[in-house]
């Protein structure tokens, strides 16, 4: 028998998935959720998330009810319920990633080396290290994704947020190339990082040619 919940639970399958072909969830370490109306699909604890079904996606109400599934959720549920209680955002990631789980065990902020960044809002903060699953942990992401659509968690992992698990999956795959070449610039020297003035002019640059967008090409 089909709910109401099951796009979502499928959508969430899926997008753990395609996370886990590209290296940034490995074994049972993250989760994704999706919001809906007065509830949240989350990945279950302890999912392979590699062969994450429909069946391996809980539904828990605001008030952590279990509405639909058979498993209990992510330990990290308070992260996720806690970011959408303060902001608009559709859908999170959360990743042990390697390269963005590096750079959060390095650095206090990612800062800008690469304007593709300011797609997720400018330097990324790294949330203060707290214990997996607590409440403190919670608070540290949301203060850190202030203005942001990803922060790194001390020692931990990453967190991407989206209006849409697309958006989502995708802030998280970016995340971990700008993690990636934050690693790769560091071996060669000192990182170039873009000034404040060059950030604006790419934001400018981006509004004025719909950067980003599928365009009709010009007769």
């Known amino acids: 028998m089909t709910t109401a919940?099951?796009?979502?639970?499928?959508?969430?399958a899926a997008a753990s998935r395609r996370l886990?072909?590209?290296?940034?969830?490995?074994?049972?370490?993250?989760?994704?959720?999706?919001r809906g109306d007065g509830w949240v699909a989350v990945t279950a604890t302890g999912v392979?998330?590699?062969?994450?079904?429909?069946?391996?996606?809980?539904?828990?109400?605001?008030?952590g009810s279990l509405l639909a599934g058979t498993l209990a959720p992510t330990s990290e549920l308070a992260l996720h319920q806690g970011v959408y209680r303060t902001t608009a955002t559709g859908a999170v990631?959360?990743?042990h990633a390697p390269f963005s789980t590096a750079v959060a065990c390095v650095l206090?902020?990612?800062?800008?080396?690469?304007?593709?960044?300011?797609?997720?809002?400018?330097?990324?903060a790294v949330a203060p290290y707290a214990t997996f699953g607590s409440d403190d942990l919670a608070a540290h992401v949301r203060d850190a994704l202030?203005?942001?659509?990803?922060?790194?968690?001390?020692?931990?992992?990453?967190?991407?947020?989206?209006?849409?698990?697309?958006?989502?999956?995708?802030?998280?795959?970016?995340?971990?190339?700008?993690?990636?070449?934050?690693?790769?610039?560091?071996a060669l020297g000192t990182p170039r990082v873009l000034t404040?003035?060059?950030?604006?002019?790419?934001?400018?640059?981006?509004?004025?040619?719909?950067?980003?967008?599928?365009?009709?090409?010009?007769t």
């Open 5 to 12: 919940y099951d796009g979502a639970r499928d959508a969430v």
């Open 20 to 34: 886990a072909d590209a290296g940034l969830l490995v074994g049972t370490a993250g989760n994704v959720s999706v």
């Open 48 to 63: 392979v998330l590699a062969d994450c079904t429909a069946e391996h996606v809980s539904v828990v109400a605001d008030d």
């Open 93 to 95: 990631v959360h990743t």
């Open 108 to 124: 206090d902020e990612l800062p800008v080396l690469h304007y593709q960044q300011l797609l997720l809002g400018g330097a990324i």
């Open 146 to 186: 202030a203005g942001r659509q990803a922060a790194l968690m001390a020692n931990h992992g990453s967190v991407a947020v989206g209006a849409d698990l697309d958006a989502a999956v995708e802030h998280a795959l970016l995340l971990e190339w700008l993690c990636q070449l934050q690693h790769r610039a560091s």
């Open 196 to 218: 404040e003035a060059q950030q604006t002019d790419v934001i400018e640059a981006a509004i004025r040619l719909r950067y980003g967008t599928t365009q009709e090409n010009p």
